[in-house]
């Protein structure tokens, strides 16, 4: 286990590093971490509220993770960015600890999955970020390890286990955890070896779980659902859950989408002829550990291409899958020149970088923010110490695991001014804030609470969609500070600021009367 540990290090010091070369990214992020705030200056620790409303999008898990960080170290943005990458750190090495229960005779495939986990740009991405999808695929792979002991004998504590990882999954992001866990566990029979559960003793270890499922998610939930009222109820117990699977509410996408995400997801290791070996359906259905990943991606993956509402970061729970599919196929040889095909994503990014700093990029030309030639300079740098790498490395693996590395590092360096110049909330913070008890409104009706924490707010920012509300709201609060994107000459108003957010700007506003 020495190797996963290894490469478990190895993702934690990248993603400490993506994290200080970005800020913290409106709209998610800055949204979970306003709903933990108010968590903590007032709102209810089972019933979580943004922006003074009820939220019923998510369960409370990061929420109550967020606020043990800050009743330990106090109130501080940096610590509480680890939880994320702290739960995909974990993952990593719950996906080395799977590799060795389904492969016991062979030790080297959990390092080789922990190495391609750890290195793959969409999991750097996401492992990296606060958001929920890090804690479920812990969730998912604890519940994978519990149905891989089910399956080698009657063990009731193996299912206790399932129950309790099912659990942890709701409380993580809700019942979506199922469908992750669900198609592993029903087709069984289909994938597990000579020892495996009979159809009754199935059954029967399936009800034993979801009941220690149902009362560990009950300690939280019945009284979450009375707190809340029939507001609450109808948020989480429908539109939340069942009402996303059968009609989208956001993130509507074609049923293909996964698919044409598929190449990004897998490369660099599954673009090998090795990796592409290990997808065929002969090497899939080869041994029970095989089978057992393959209906476990594969499950998911057709659920979630059913449902409407899709984003990249769903099947995130699916990729210690992959990484351990892929294992069983490394690459042996040393690379060579006619290999260098498998570095077009660096290429790619080495075009980007030169039209942005001869200014042939039409979006970033719009936002009057030009990329600094020193950040593309380091970040040019860093790919081709990447394509180097790539070339000279003896070790095969680990000269490909150089290719997702440095293109996750040289985007970031080369991208970090315009991040922190467009999308850190500070300055914006740091302007409303005094402004909290006056009164805060916005024009924009897409507001997603991303200054309640920036700003340090206790008081719920109003949105305003029409001029008579503008109107009204000023009347009522006349040292209030009004936020608008759109242009507008609002009367009895005059703009004394300007500051960027994201593709626009936020002019602020305040009474003609008391205006600076």
Known sequence: MRSVLSFTLLFSLTALTLILLRPLMPVDETRYFAAAWEMRVGGSAWVPHLNGALYGHKP?????????????????????????????????????????????????????????????????????????????????????????????????GAWVALGAAVAFGVYAKGPVILLHVLPAAFTMPLWAGPARPSGPVLAKGLGLALLVALLLVGLWLVPALILGGEEYRTEILWRQSGGRMVASFAHQKPWWFFLALLPLIIWPFGWTRPGLAMLRPRRLLADPGTRLLALWAGGALTAFSLISGKQAHYLLPEMPALALMLAGGLPTRKWRRRDFWLALPLLAALAAFSAAATGLIPALRKLHDPLPLWSLALGTACLLIGIVGFLRLRSAPVALAALPLTLMIGLHLALSPLLFARYDMTALGRAVGPFDSAGIAVTDGTYHAQLNFAGRLRHPVARLASPEAVAAWRQAHPDGLLLDQNGLSIPGMTPFAALPYRGGTYILYRSEEVAP
Do not use: Y
């Open 60 to 156: 409370p898990l990061l929420f109550w993770l967020i606020n043990l960080v800050w009743a330990l170290g106090g109130i501080a943005e940096f610590p509480a960015r680890l939880i994320g990458p702290a739960f995909a750190a974990a993952s990593i090495a719950l996906t080395g600890l799977l590799a060795r229960r389904l492969w016991p005779d062979q030790p080297d495939r959990a390092g080789a999955a922990a190495l391609i986990l750890a290195v793959s740009p969409v999991w750097l991405l996401f492992g990296s970020t606060t958001m929920f999808d890090a804690l479920l695929t812990c969730a998912t792979l604890l519940a994978m390890l519990s149905l891989w002991s089910a399956a080698q004998g009657p063990r009731r």
